[in-house]
């Protein structure tokens, strides 16, 4: 017996334990964007007993990045006079009022692809004459990077290279998600990236207060199956816990990692798409490195939410409805014509549903 097979007996049999069936649905949210699309393509969804349902969560990073955020992008693009922006390649394609980075591009703008912060700050120390901007979205993963390039930056003097931040902290989302009285959360599939840097501990105090499984998995098939099963498993015997079922991550996390975070950004209320404001979510640039933060160097549009017309990708990423269910799903919201963010992001829910599960209309 494979060990694949072995973890669903024992998922079945924990599931049958819990009185689980059509009667009794269960739903498991996954707060990662990887184990979003894994689970697509991997079948895994289908494989589930019936009752027992993956939904997806504000686990994308782009995906959950406010509209507005997106229009201020834009506009400092759109400063192509003076301003380079350096982002990840996802946040290219995402629609705002006045077009995407794609379009700005396309009329002139220099809006340069990176895969790390880094590379950002080269860009800067290379062409002294631009201001470059580097676009901080993520969660506490992507965040030491971009800590670490603003205190290089300050280390080198570049006085021409700044970060505009809307790094997001997964634990206030999570608490605010279990607030929520529209959906309901069994329990977490907490993701193993962000883990190896918070620690499995962080989600003891969530499931203190609120009494669900959190479990953290890696990314092969087998993982994600065996973090459900563990979830499942606490459910019937009733004893919720934060367990770790990827090895990579410690009960304590990366302190390294924390530090450099702490050193540089303090966290903030942020805005979620979907969720609205939700209280230090966020990751803003200290007072201390005021020079290298974008929002206190540039004049920008205000912060004005908004939900692009017809997309439901911020009901699909706090769980409300799944990507199918939108009605523009598959119709105007395709992957070469992408309507919101959840389409556009390699790890969205909609792009991952679309090729995985969608059989057309």
């Known amino acids: 017996m494979s060990a694949t097979s072995a973890i669903r007996d024992r998922l079945l049999a924990a599931w049958a334990r819990l009185g689980g069936g059509p009667e009794r649905a269960c739903q498991i949210m996954e707060v990662c964007g990887t184990h979003t699309v894994a689970a697509s393509r991997s079948g895994l969804r289908d494989l589930l007993p019936e009752g027992l349902r993956l939904i997806s969560g ?45 379009e ?62 809307s790094h997001k902290r997964l634990l206030p989302v999570m608490r605010a ?36 499984p959190c479990v953290v998995a890696g990314f092969e098939d087998e993982q994600i199956l065996l973090g459900v099963e563990r979830i499942v498993r606490q459910l019937a015997d009733g004893a919720p816990a934060a367990e770790n079922v990827y090895p990579p991550v410690r009960p304590e996390g990366n302190p390294i990692a924390r530090e ?15 969720l609205g404001d939700i209280p230090d979510s966020g990751l803003a640039v200290r007072e201390t490195f005021a020079d290298f933060d974008t929002a206190r160097r540039f ?42 963010p959840c389409m556009v992001s390699s790890e969205g829910s909609c792009a991952a549903y679309y090729r995985y599960h969608y059989r057309g209309r």
Do not use: K
């Not at 994308?60 to 400063?79: F, G, K, M």
């Not at 959360?185 to 203190?208: E, K, N, T, Y």
């Not at 975070?261 to 942020?270: L, T």
């Open 260 to 274: 450099v975070i702490e050193r540089v950004f303090v966290p903030a209320d942020d805005r979620w798409r979907g």
């Open 299 to 340: 004049d920008l549009p205000p912060e004005e939410s908004y939900e692009l017309p017809g997309c439901r990708c911020g009901d699909v990423i706090a769980g409300r409805l799944l990507p199918t269910d939108c009605p523009l799903f598959g119709r105007r919201c395709t992957p070469g014509s992408p309507v919101g």
């Open 104 to 165: 700005a591009r396309a009329a002139g703008a220099d809006v340069r692809t990176v895969y790390a912060a880094a590379e950002a700050v080269a860009l800067a120390r290379r062409r002294p004459d631009r201001h470059v901007v580097f676009l901080g979205i993520g969660f506490e993963t992507t965040a030491p990077g971009a800590a670490m390039a603003i205190e290089q930056a300050r280390e080198e003097r570049l006085t021409n290279f700044s970060v505009l931040s």
């Open 177 to 212: 998600l279990l607030a929520e009285d529209d959906v309901r959360i069994d329990g977490f599939l907490c993701p193993g990236h962000v883990s190896v840097i918070i620690g499995s501990a962080a989600f003891q105090p969530i499931v203190a207060r609120h009494r669900v």
């Open 58 to 102: 504000p686990g994308c990073p782009v995906c959950v990045t406010d509209q507005s955020y997106i229009d201020r992008a834009v506009h400092l693009a759109r400063r192509r006079a003076e301003v380079t922006v350096a982002t990840y390649g996802d946040m290219v394609r995402v629609p705002g009022r006045d077009g995407s980075l794609e």
